[in-house]
C-alpha cells in the first residue's frame, strides 16, 4: 500500500490528494513524519560545522514535511467531516503532537546553536528572533525537572482540547431540538420549515422537525419563532451544551496557570500576551474598560425598546424575537423578506470575488477537476491581473452534522519562497443547504469576513514558511478580516450581488437604505453579548485558581457589570471552543483589538477613494503580503502613516 502522504503531491498547487487518502493513511503517516522530523532536528543540532542560518534556521524551516503535509490533511478533516474514526485518532494522536513539539523545543544542543547563529540580513534577524522566542515561551530556559513538568502539562492539555471538542460536537448534535408538529414552527418560512424537516428525515427522524444548534448562544431561528415556549426550549438547549466539559476546563485553566507559572507569569493571559501587538494584560484591561459601560448602557436602552413593544419583561430567548419586531416597526425591515437576495453562489461570486476582483485584479477559475476533502467542497484557481497564477481557493460552505460549528480559514499549503509552495486555502462556513441556498445577511457577512483570510493566506509574499501568510499574532489576525467585511456593504458591491435568486431583480434601493440603517439598531447587544465572552475568557485565564466552572462564571460576569439576564454571553464557557480547544485562550479580546486597527482602515479607504485598485494594490503590497515577517505593528504603520486610533470604532459601535 503507498501511503499519499509520504511524497508530494503531484496535483496542481500541490493540492493534498483528498481522493487518495483514507483513515489508515494518518497513523502510519504521523509516526513516519515525526520520526523523519527528529531525525532532521537531531542532525541539525549535531553538526559538527559552526551554526549559521542557513545550517540551523533554514535548515528547520525545510525540516518535517511529512508531518505538516499529514498535519494539516487530518486537522483540517477533524474539523470539518469527522468520523469516529478521526475522532479516535485524534485522540490519540494529538498529546504525540504535543511532545513530539517539546523535544524540539527542549533540545539542549539545538537550542544553544540557535543562540549561537548571527545575520546581518533583517529578515533573517526577525526570523531568527522569532525561533528564539519560540523556544524560550516553550521553555528552553528552564530546569531538567521543570521542562519535564511542562512536557507533561503539555501532553495532557492537549488530549484535554481533544476531549472538549469531541464532547461539544456530540452534545450539539443531541441537544438539536425535535418539534413533533408543524404548527409550533409558526413565525418561520415554508422552506425553512421543509428544510427543517429535511434535516431530521436525515437523522433518523421521519416526519418531525430538527431545529440544529449553530455555535454561538444565539440561535438564529429565535428571531422569527412566535411560539415563546419553543423559543425558551431552543434557547435553553443552546446554554446548556457542554455539560460534560465543566470538569474539563477548570482542569484546562487550572494547567495553564501553572504552565504560565513555570515560565515566569503570573497567569495564562500575562504568558500570552507577552507575544501580542497589545503587549501587556493591562493594555487589554484598559481597552475593555472603556466599552463596558457605554456598551451596557446602549444594551439597556435597546432592552426597553423591546420591552416597550413585548409590553412585558422579556428574557433572553425572547431578545432576538423583538429586536426583529422593533427593526420591521422602525425600518420597515422583515430579515426573513431579504434572504432571497442573498443567494450563496450569487453572494460569492458576484459579490466576494467581484470585490477582489475590483480592489485587487483577481480572477477566480472553478476547476471542477480537482477534488476537495468532501463532495460540497468546490475548488477554484485564483489569478492575478496579469494572469499569473497566486494558489487555489477552496470552498466548504455547507453545515452538516461533521463538521464543527463556526467559520473558519485554513491554510492547506503555506506559500513561500523557500520551498517554492504557491498558497492554498480554504474557507469553512456552517450554512444550512437549500435549493437554492439563501442566506441572512450576517452570514453574508461572514462569507466576506473568511474571505478577508483567505486573502491574507493567498497574497502571503514572504520567504520562510513560518511567516506564511496568517502566520501573525492573534491579535493582529482577525485584522484583515474585518477589513474585507466593509464590501459586504458597499453601494457597488452590494448592487452587484444583491439580487433576487428568481427574477434576477436587484434588491430595491430603499430597502437597501433601510437595511444599512437597521444594521446600526442592536449594536448595544452585539457589543455586550461579546464583551461578556471576551471578559469570560478574561477571568478564566486571569483570576481562575480553583472552584466549579458555573460559579465561576456566574461571578466572573457580575464582576465584570455585564451580568444582564437577557444578554448573555456569546458563549458560555462549556462551548466557549475559541478558548479550550482553538487557539483564543486569553485572545478573545482580538477581535476587538483587531477591530480598532479595521475601522480605522475602512476611513483611509474612504478618505482615499474607496473601491480602487490602487488602494487595493497599497494595501496588498504594505499589509496582507507581509504575513509574519515584518512587525505588525510597523506594517500597519507603513500602511496607514501614523499610529491606530480607537475614535472610528467607537463610532462605530456607538460608544463615543
Ligand atoms: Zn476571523
Given at each position: 500500500?503507498?501511503?499519499?502522504?509520504?511524497?508530494?503531491?503531484?496535483?496542481?498547487y500541490?493540492?493534498?490528494?483528498?481522493?487518495?487518502?483514507?483513515?489508515?493513511?494518518?497513523?502510519?503517516?504521523?509516526?513516519?513524519?515525526?520520526?523523519?522530523?527528529l531525525a532532521?532536528?537531531?542532525?541539525?543540532?549535531?553538526?559538527?560545522?559552526?551554526?549559521?542560518?542557513?545550517?540551523?534556521?533554514?535548515?528547520?524551516?525545510?525540516?518535517?514535511?511529512?508531518?505538516?503535509?499529514?498535519?494539516?490533511?487530518?486537522?483540517?478533516?477533524?474539523?470539518?467531516?469527522?468520523?469516529?474514526?478521526?475522532?479516535?485518532?485524534?485522540?490519540?494522536?494529538?498529546?504525540?503532537?504535543?511532545?513530539?513539539?517539546?523535544?524540539?523545543?527542549?533540545?539542549?544542543?539545538?537550542?544553544?546553536?540557535?543562540?549561537?547563529?548571527?545575520?546581518?540580513?533583517?529578515?533573517?534577524?526577525?526570523?531568527?528572533?522569532?525561533?528564539?522566542?519560540?523556544?524560550?515561551?516553550?521553555?528552553?530556559e528552564l530546569?531538567?525537572?521543570?521542562?519535564?513538568?511542562?512536557?507533561a502539562?503539555?501532553?495532557?492539555?492537549?488530549?484535554?482540547?481533544?476531549?472538549?471538542?469531541?464532547?461539544?460536537?456530540?452534545?450539539?448534535?443531541?441537544r438539536?431540538?425535535?418539534?413533533?408538529?408543524?404548527?409550533?414552527?409558526?413565525?418561520?418560512?415554508?422552506d425553512?420549515?421543509?428544510?427543517?424537516?429535511?434535516?431530521?428525515?436525515?437523522?433518523?427522524?421521519?416526519?418531525?422537525?430538527?431545529i440544529?444548534?449553530?455555535?454561538?448562544?444565539?440561535?438564529?431561528?429565535?428571531?422569527?419563532?412566535?411560539?415563546?415556549?419553543?423559543?425558551?426550549?431552543?434557547?435553553?438547549?443552546?446554554?446548556?451544551?457542554?455539560?460534560?466539559n465543566?470538569?474539563?476546563?477548570?482542569?484546562?485553566?487550572?494547567?495553564?496557570?501553572?504552565?504560565?507559572?513555570?515560565?515566569?507569569?503570573?497567569?495564562?493571559?500575562?504568558?500570552?500576551?507577552?507575544?501580542?501587538?497589545?503587549?501587556?494584560?493591562?493594555?487589554?484591561?484598559?481597552?475593555?474598560?472603556?466599552l463596558?459601560?457605554?456598551?451596557?448602557?446602549?444594551?439597556?436602552?435597546?432592552?426597553?425598546?423591546?420591552?416597550?413593544?413585548?409590553?412585558?419583561?422579556?428574557?433572553?430567548?425572547?431578545?432576538?424575537?423583538?429586536?426583529?419586531?422593533v427593526?420591521?416597526?422602525?425600518?420597515?425591515?422583515?430579515?426573513?423578506?431579504?434572504?432571497?437576495?442573498?443567494?450563496?453562489?450569487?453572494?460569492?461570486?458576484?459579490?466576494?470575488?467581484?470585490?477582489?476582483?475590483r480592489?485587487?485584479?483577481?480572477?477566480f477559475?472553478?476547476?471542477?477537476?480537482?477534488?476537495?476533502?468532501?463532495?460540497?467542497?468546490?475548488?477554484?484557481?485564483?489569478?492575478?491581473?496579469?494572469?499569473?497564477?497566486?494558489?487555489?481557493?477552496?470552498?466548504?460552505?455547507?453545515?452538516?452534522?461533521?463538521?464543527?460549528?463556526?467559520?473558519?480559514?485554513?491554510?492547506?499549503?503555506?506559500?513561500?519562497?523557500?520551498t517554492g509552495?504557491?498558497?492554498?486555502?480554504?474557507?469553512?462556513?456552517?450554512?444550512v443547504?437549500?435549493?437554492?441556498?439563501?442566506?441572512?445577511?450576517?452570514?453574508?457577512?461572514?462569507?466576506?469576513?473568511?474571505?478577508?483570510?483567505?486573502?491574507?493566506?493567498?497574497?502571503?509574499?514572504?520567504?520562510?514558511?513560518?511567516?506564511?501568510?496568517?502566520s501573525?499574532?492573534?491579535?493582529?489576525?482577525?485584522?484583515?478580516?474585518?477589513?474585507?467585511?466593509?464590501?459586504?456593504?458597499?453601494?457597488?458591491?452590494?448592487?452587484?450581488?444583491?439580487?433576487?435568486h428568481?427574477?434576477?431583480?436587484?434588491?430595491?434601493?430603499?430597502?437597501?437604505?433601510?437595511?444599512?440603517?437597521?444594521?446600526?439598531?442592536?449594536?448595544?447587544?452585539?457589543?455586550?453579548e461579546?464583551?461578556?465572552?471576551?471578559?469570560?475568557?478574561?477571568?478564566?485565564?486571569?483570576?481562575?485558581?480553583?472552584?466549579?466552572?458555573?460559579?465561576?462564571?456566574?461571578?466572573?460576569?457580575?464582576?465584570?457589570?455585564?451580568?444582564?439576564?437577557?444578554?448573555?454571553?456569546?458563549?458560555?464557557?462549556?462551548?466557549?471552543?475559541?478558548?479550550?480547544?482553538?487557539?483564543?485562550?486569553?485572545?478573545?479580546?482580538?477581535?476587538?483589538?483587531?477591530?480598532?486597527?479595521?475601522?480605522?482602515?475602512?476611513?483611509?479607504?474612504?478618505?482615499?477613494?474607496?473601491?480602487?485598485?490602487?488602494n487595493?494594490?497599497?494595501?496588498?503590497?504594505r499589509?496582507?503580503?507581509?504575513?509574519?515577517?515584518?512587525?505588525?505593528?510597523?506594517?500597519?504603520?507603513?500602511?496607514?502613516?501614523?499610529?491606530?486610533?480607537?475614535?472610528?470604532l467607537?463610532e462605530?459601535?456607538?460608544?463615543?
Amino acid at each position: 500500500m503507498t501511503n499519499p502522504f509520504l511524497t508530494p503531491s503531484a496535483l496542481p498547487y500541490r493540492l493534498p490528494p483528498f481522493a487518495e487518502i483514507r483513515e489508515e493513511h494518518y497513523v502510519p503517516a504521523f509516526e513516519r513524519g515525526m520520526a523523519e522530523h527528529l531525525a532532521e532536528v537531531d542532525a541539525i543540532a549535531s553538526d559538527p560545522a559552526p551554526a549559521t542560518f542557513a545550517n540551523t534556521v533554514e535548515a528547520l524551516e525545510r525540516a518535517g514535511e511529512t508531518l505538516q503535509r499529514v498535519s494539516i490533511v487530518f486537522f483540517n478533516q477533524a474539523g470539518s467531516d469527522t468520523t469516529p474514526g478521526i475522532q479516535e485518532i485524534q485522540k490519540e494522536i494529538t498529546p504525540k503532537l504535543a511532545a513530539h513539539g517539546d523535544s524540539i523545543h527542549l533540545n539542549a544542543a539545538l537550542y544553544a546553536r540557535l543562540k549561537a547563529v548571527r545575520t546581518d540580513v533583517p529578515e533573517e534577524q526577525w526570523l531568527l528572533q522569532r525561533y528564539l522566542t519560540d523556544f524560550v515561551r516553550a521553555g528552553a530556559e528552564l530546569d531538567e525537572g521543570q521542562q519535564a513538568r511542562l512536557r507533561a502539562i503539555n501532553e495532557e492539555l492537549s488530549g484535554l482540547a481533544t476531549s472538549f471538542q469531541q464532547n461539544l460536537l456530540a452534545d450539539t448534535n443531541e441537544r438539536a431540538v425535535a418539534v413533533d408538529d408543524a404548527s409550533a414552527l409558526d413565525g418561520l418560512s415554508a422552506d425553512e420549515i421543509a428544510g427543517l424537516r429535511e434535516t431530521a428525515a436525515q437523522r433518523g427522524l421521519d416526519g418531525k422537525y430538527l431545529i440544529t444548534l449553530v455555535l454561538p448562544t444565539g440561535q438564529p431561528v429565535l428571531s422569527s419563532l412566535t411560539d415563546r415556549s419553543l423559543r425558551e426550549r431552543v434557547h435553553r438547549a443552546s446554554t446548556g451544551r457542554g455539560a460534560a466539559n465543566a470538569g474539563l476546563i477548570t482542569r484546562i485553566a487550572r494547567l495553564r496557570r501553572e504552565r504560565a507559572n513555570l515560565l515566569g507569569y503570573r497567569n495564562h493571559a500575562e504568558f500570552v500576551l507577552a507575544d501580542q501587538t497589545a503587549g501587556t494584560t493591562g493594555a487589554v484591561t484598559e481597552m475593555l474598560d472603556k466599552l463596558v459601560t457605554p456598551a451596557v448602557a446602549n444594551a439597556r436602552r435597546e432592552q426597553e425598546a423591546l420591552e416597550e413593544q413585548a409590553g412585558f419583561p422579556i428574557e433572553a430567548w425572547d431578545w432576538a424575537f423583538y429586536a426583529e419586531k422593533v427593526r420591521q416597526a422602525r425600518y420597515d425591515i422583515d430579515s426573513a423578506a431579504m434572504r432571497p437576495y442573498f443567494e450563496l453562489n450569487r453572494v460569492l461570486v458576484d459579490g466576494v470575488f467581484h470585490a477582489a476582483h475590483r480592489l485587487y485584479g483577481l480572477s477566480f477559475t472553478e476547476r471542477p477537476d480537482l477534488i476537495g476533502y468532501h463532495p460540497d467542497v468546490r475548488v477554484w484557481e485564483v489569478a492575478n491581473e496579469d494572469g499569473s497564477p497566486l494558489g487555489l481557493f477552496l470552498g466548504d460552505f455547507h453545515a452538516r452534522a461533521s463538521k464543527r460549528g463556526g467559520a473558519w480559514m485554513n491554510s492547506l499549503v503555506h506559500q513561500s519562497g523557500l520551498t517554492g509552495h504557491r498558497p492554498v486555502v480554504v474557507n469553512n462556513l456552517n450554512i444550512v443547504k437549500g435549493e437554492p441556498t439563501l442566506m441572512t445577511f450576517d452570514e453574508v457577512n461572514t462569507m466576506f469576513h473568511e474571505f478577508g483570510h483567505a486573502l491574507h493566506g493567498l497574497f502571503s509574499d514572504v520567504r520562510f514558511p513560518r511567516f506564511s501568510g496568517t502566520s501573525v499574532p492573534r491579535d493582529f489576525v482577525e485584522y484583515p478580516s474585518q477589513v474585507n467585511e466593509m464590501w459586504a456593504t458597499h453601494p457597488e458591491i452590494l448592487a452587484n450581488y444583491a439580487r433576487h435568486h428568481e427574477t434576477g431583480e436587484p434588491m430595491p434601493g430603499e430597502l437597501v437604505d433601510r437595511m444599512l440603517e437597521a444594521q446600526k439598531f442592536n449594536q448595544g447587544f452585539a457589543t455586550v453579548e461579546y464583551l461578556a465572552a471576551t471578559l469570560l475568557d478574561w477571568a478564566w485565564h486571569t483570576d481562575y485558581e480553583g472552584g466549579d466552572a458555573e460559579t465561576f462564571e456566574v461571578a466572573a460576569l457580575r464582576g465584570a457589570g455585564l451580568d444582564l439576564p437577557a444578554v448573555p454571553p456569546r458563549y458560555r464557557s462549556t462551548y466557549f471552543a475559541h478558548i479550550w480547544a482553538s487557539g483564543y485562550a486569553a485572545g478573545y479580546y482580538s477581535y476587538i483589538w483587531s477591530e480598532v486597527l479595521d475601522a480605522d482602515t475602512v476611513d483611509w479607504f474612504t478618505e482615499n477613494g474607496g473601491l480602487t485598485r490602487e488602494n487595493g494594490d497599497v494595501f496588498r503590497s504594505r499589509l496582507l503580503s507581509k504575513g509574519g515577517s515584518a512587525d505588525p505593528m510597523e506594517a500597519f504603520r507603513a500602511f496607514r502613516g501614523r499610529d491606530p486610533r480607537i475614535e472610528p470604532l467607537l463610532e462605530r459601535r456607538g460608544l463615543l
